[in-house]
């Protein structure tokens, strides 16, 4: 199984500020199937990234993905009030897919 | 637009059987793989599997296999996540989503089932 770990668990920021997030895998993964989302108190979660860099309908371009192999980043230029939530990184390449446990970006 | 409306909450006993839906509508439901994922409370994200409607060829997580069954009708659009014997431990928000192999990642989520194991 393919484990993902991100980091950092909580990251506490301020509207305005640019958001870093990290996503390791445990075994090399092909960034075609590499994917974050988002999830706010209460919502189902909502797909931002796909393919480690390309964003889903919808997002604004302040989202942005890069990486391969097994480091991953999730990029937020400039937080918006409504960016505060939490953040996981998804793998599809190998059976089981699985989840990182999620970064939750507060408002500081 | 593409939507899964999913159940509405269930509060069940112990050992008791359940069965929960998740209804699409939008696309051609027979073509998209549909999965499961659970999420314990105030807990991260698990995979649970995935069912093809068309032919419900079903794959289950090693940490699900045995412990949950999945299925479809296809003439309604509905899949469903079904257990026969609950647990307490199975207390959590289920959700289904639609997988996009265009995007390879769950582009469509619905809204949960709040599931209470509970005696």
């Known amino acids: 199984e393919i484990v993902l770990t991100q980091s950092p668990g909580t990251l506490s920021l301020s509207p305005g500020e640019r958001a870093t997030l990290s996503c390791r895998a445990s075994?090399?993964?092909?960034?075609?199937?590499l994917a974050w989302c988002q999830q706010k108190p209460g919502q189902a979660p909502r797909l931002l990234i796909y393919?480690?860099?390309s964003r889903a309908t919808g997002i604004p371009d302040r989202f942005s993905g890069s990486g391969s192999g097994t480091d991953f980043t999730l990029t937020i230029s400039r937080l918006e009030p409504e960016d505060f939530a939490v953040y996981y990184c998804q793998q599809y390449s190998r059976s089981p897919w699985t989840f990182g446990q999620g970064t939750k970006v507060e408002i500081k | 637009e593409v939507q899964l409306v999913q159940s509405g909450a269930e509060v069940k006993k112990p050992g008791e059987s359940l069965k929960i839906s998740c209804k699409a509508s939008?696309?051609?439901?027979?073509?998209?793989?549909i999965g499961w994922v659970r999420q314990m409370p105030g807990k991260g994200l698990e995979w649970m599997g995935i069912?093809?409607?068309?032919?419900?060829?079903?794959r289950y997580s090693p940490s699900f296999q045995g412990q949950v069954t999945f299925s479809v009708v296809k003439s309604i659009n509905t899949a469903y996540l079904h257990w026969n014997n609950l647990k307490a431990s199975d207390t959590a928000m289920y959700y289904c989503a639609r997988y996009e192999q265009g995007l390879a990642s769950f582009d469509c989520w619905g809204q949960g089932t709040l599931v209470t194991v509970s005696s």
């Open positions: 075994q090399s993964v092909d960034s075609s199937y």
């Open positions: 393919g480690a860099s």
């Open positions: 069912v093809y409607p068309r032919d419900s060829d079903t």
């Open positions: 939008g696309y051609t439901f027979n073509t998209y793989w």
